[in-house]
């Protein structure tokens, strides 16, 4: 029998110990790259386990009980953590959104939650302070998040079949603790609430008409996401791409549609309302309407590399920097440089003959950065 190769493992370990620069430029909050585009949003990867096996994320034959996560003394501190969102702050990052992996599995997570609550903007702003969760551990930790600072989260819920979705989660994980974890969290003040949606052809695009029958009219917005090439393990097709005109379509055609205006520059999904005005649903359309020119967001994966793009082949090594005893001022030069230099635009770039899978393309997986 042969042997399966787990393209991750080697991918976690292409990186580069970013540039310091010989002359300092102090962060002035404008920093932009070669594209014009302003480092605005920071995701934060603070853990590389999931209790979840996702079919289009961690799938079960690649993340079994034998696959090497990373060990913890791998991992950024909290105090690293916050030392790096510092400086991205500086930048001008406005917003953090912590991932992983699934976030709420870090222990003690709620400690890094209240230090970067107390972050501000040079203008003295807050920051916007959210959390990606697959919704398993919500209802138990909702109200300690939310005493802990942060502001809302966004639920991933791929389908309301119970049948469905445990073959997409493939742990038998039920619909209803997902759903009884988006009540908690309203209540508690966790808002507003987006729940996401990955639709991938031929497993759950039938599910695309109830999920929006279900939150029509609730307090929370459902986002449908076009299914991505992120990585290589999950076997990526473009023809199971459910493209989001399509979704649009379908669901328009029993509840019509309006389309609105973006609530900021950058903002990764389309809106789109309701026409009865009983709420918003969101298209994220990665794959057919890249939005690469107007990206403004970096990445920081589990032990610290930094990505400037989602689908990048390699990350620039911070936790090299932090741990080498570079003061912040070189940190932040390096950051300057990494973004000046920044010329992603993949998805602009991306084909319908893009193969995920060959040795010429290798990528980071989503479970390791975050999506």
């Known amino acids: 029998m042969s042997q399966k190769v787990i393209p991750v493992a080697d991918l976690r370990h292409l990186q580069s110990l970013p540039t310091i620069p010989a002359v300092f430029e102090a962060p002035t909050g404008l920093l932009g790259d ?49 030392r790096i969102a510092q400086i991205f702050v500086a930048h001008g990052v406005e917003k953090i959104r912590l991932t992983g992996g699934e976030p709420l599995l870090r222990k003690n997570l709620e400690r890094l939650i209240e230090q970067l609550a107390r972050l501000e903007t040079p203008e003295g702003r807050p920051l916007d302070l959210t959390l990606t969760t697959n919704g398993a551990l919500l209802a138990k930790k909702a109200q300690s998040l939310k005493d802990a600072g942060l502001k809302r989260v966004t639920v991933s819920l791929d389908s309301l079949d119970d049948a469905t979705f445990k073959r997409m989660n493939d742990v038998d994980f039920p619909v209803s603790d997902v759903l009884n974890g988006i009540d908690v969290a309203h209540t508690v003040g966790l808002g507003p609430i987006k729940v996401n949606m990955v639709v991938k052809g031929g497993m759950n695009d039938q599910e695309i008409l109830p999920m929006a029958r279900h939150f029509k009219g609730s307090p929370f917005i459902l986002r449908f996401i076009e299914y991505m090439d992120v990585g290589a393990s999950n076997g990526w097709k473009m023809d199971e791409v459910i493209p989001s005109g399509e979704v649009v379509r379908r669901i328009s055609a029993e509840m019509p549609l309006i389309e609105v205006a973006a609530n900021y520059t950058g903002e990764t999904a389309g809106r789109w309302r309701y026409a009865d005005g009983s709420g918003e649903v969101g298209m994220i359309s990665s794959v057919t309407q890249a939005f690469c020119h107007n990206c403004t967001r970096a990445r920081l994966s589990t032990e610290g590399k930094l990505y400037t793009c989602l689908f990048a082949r390699s990350g620039h090594d911070l936790r090299a920097l932090l741990r080498n005893g570079h003061s912040d001022a070189d940190i932040a030069g390096a950051v300057s440089h990494l973004w000046r230099a920044r010329g992603d635009r993949y998805s602009e770039l991306r084909t319908a003959q893009t193969d995920v899978t060959t040795p010429e393309a290798p990528r980071v997986e989503m479970s390791y950065i975050g999506g």
């Open 34 to 82: 070669m594209l014009g585009r302003p480092l605005r949003d920071l995701r934060i990867s603070v853990t590389d386990r999931c209790n979840f096996r996702c079919v289009y994320c961690m799938p079960k034959q690649v993340f079994d009980k034998d696959y090497a996560y990373l060990p913890h003394s791998a991992l950024l501190s909290f105090e690293e953590i916050l």
